[in-house]
């Protein structure tokens, strides 16, 4: 029960201080822009019924790149403090001192943090699905449902990088640094480093095929995790490796549904690494 105790606190703080508020507000009007942009597109969404899932998957396009922008930087946002923060403030030490184990305090801050995240999304999202009738006049609900769920998974995935990171430094500006240069890391790094790579090895920037172990390495991002597990449970192969990079024979770690298996590993390891960081070190 500890561990429910510090996430029952954490998920409180959110809530006085408004942070759920104005996360919540900020996934909504990202959804409502979407909803008006995808359909001021053209022939997006032309008819009522059976055109209504397709109108959604093409919300659902509209919005996934966006959100694998948007929902790291909150995410992060609400967990790189979790931990370091409470070091530097002190009071991590008046936490421990209550009938709460490092480990309940971790996986606390885990089921807390996130449980703000995963609320701000549902929540933002649904008032988001009110503009998508409104704009559109036809929806899925389960298409729009499944994407809400894997997007709060992939918020869980981030909360856990985070909580990871502050768990191993002392320092929020430490944490900060490490979290945010994640983020930038995988946005821009490694796919330059991807290119040279591939220009070292196969001579050329723009292969007639690109080899296995590129599209291997490409899929291990989180972000690009997240659109293979869009495609899975949408059924959408538009979203996955294989349509990025014109094959039909994809390595097994670049399979769609392989993408739920780098986004289970991006939330453990990291976590992991921090349990037994944070498990050792003097406060």
């Known amino acids: 029960m500890s561990t429910v105790t510090v996430a029952k606190k954490e998920f409180e703080d959110a809530v006085r201080s408004r942070k759920l508020m104005a996360m919540t507000a900020v996934f909504a009007l990202f959804t409502l822009g979407g909803a008006y942009a ?106 729009y449902l499944l994407f809400t769920l894997v997007t709060m998974l992939f918020g869980f995935v981030y909360v856990c990088l985070g909580i990871g990171i502050s768990s191993m430094t002392r320092s929020t500006t430490r944490a900060a640094v490490g979290a945010f240069g994640l983020i930038l890391f995988f946005w821009i790094v490694w796919s330059i480093l991807l290119q040279v790579l591939l220009y070292v090895v196969e001579d050329t920037l723009i292969p007639e095929q690109y080899p296995d172990w590129y599209i291997g390495l490409a899929s291990i991002s989180p972000d690009a995790a997240y659109g293979s597990a869009l495609g899975v449970v949408l059924d959408e192969s538009a979203l996955t490796m294989a349509n990025a990079y014109g094959v039909e024979d994809l390595p097994l770690v670049a399979e769609p549904w392989f993408g739920f298996v780098w986004l289970a590993l991006w939330a453990v390891v990291p976590l992991g690494l921090g349990l037994w960081r944070f498990g050792s070190v003097d406060l």
């Not at 008819?47 to 959604?56: D, H, S």
């Open 38 to 143: 995808a359909a001021r597109l053209g022939e997006f969404f032309a008819e009522i019924g059976e055109e209504g899932a397709q109108g959604t998957l093409d919300l659902v396009f509209a919005l996934q790149t966006p959100a694998s922008f948007l929902v790291p930087i909150i995410a992060l946002m609400v967990s790189y403090k979790a931990i370091c923060g409470e070091r530097e403030s002190g009071s991590l030490k008046f936490l421990l001192g209550l009938p709460h184990t490092r480990n309940d305090v971790m996986f606390g801050k885990v089921l807390g943090r996130s449980a703000v995240v995963a609320a701000s999304i549902l929540i933002g999202f649904a008032i988001g699905l009110g503009g998508l009738v409104a704009f559109v006049g036809a929806v899925s609900i389960a298409d």
